[in-house]
């Protein structure tokens, strides 16, 4: 709900994509799932979902993401989502690198996401669509935001580390 605060520990950047959307609709707040963000009392971790590893211990729920989380029909039920309070409302909670010596935390709020992807628009690419591949995490805000914005266009989002593949299937843009 709106007063959740997830922390996103999975391993496939279409489910980190998904979850941080998903985040959205309900309203809640994420951070991406490291041992820091987990530890901090000030970032208020609520809920750890989490791949390919053994749950770690905190006072959150945890919520491993694994076969079970593929549909086993069509849904037939429409979902309501409340979104979230207000436009101010914490989005996302950006992690630094940490190379003063400790990561800091740092609070970006709903209405400010779409003025973060907008500042990194593709008109490089004369209206084409982006077919975008990232060499960084899906999490880290080089990666959602440049991903967001492809998405946003109807660009794609290639998920390769193959160079040959990439230059031979389309990519127009590689962050990294």
């Known amino acids: ?85 207000s436009s101010s409302a914490i989005w996302m909670i950006v992690q630094s690198s940490g190379t003063t010596g400790t990561p800091k935390f740092i609070a970006i709020s709903a209405d400010a996401m779409p003025l973060r992807a907008e500042a990194r628009p593709y008109d490089y690419l004369a209206g084409n669509m982006p077919v975008v591949t990232s060499l960084i995490h899906h999490l880290f805000t080089f990666g959602l935001e440049y991903a967001l914005k492809a998405l946003v266009l109807g660009g794609t989002i ?15 843009t590689v962050v990294g």
Do not use: M
Request: with cysteine; proline share 4%; aromatic share 8%.
């Open 158 to 172: 290639v998920v390769a580390r193959d160079l040959a593949y990439l230059a031979n299937n389309g990519v127009t």
């Open 1 to 85: 709900n709106r007063e959740s605060c997830v922390a996103i520990d999975v391993a496939h950047p279409a489910s980190q994509l998904c979850i941080a959307l998903a985040c959205a609709l309900l309203g809640c707040r994420w951070v991406r799932g490291s041992i820091e963000a987990l530890a901090s009392k000030a970032v208020g971790v609520t809920h750890h979902i989490y791949s390919g590893k053994v749950r770690l211990p905190g006072a959150y729920l945890s919520c491993p993401v694994d076969q079970t989380w593929l549909p086993n029909g069509r849904f037939s039920e429409r979902y309501q989502f409340e979104g979230f309070a």
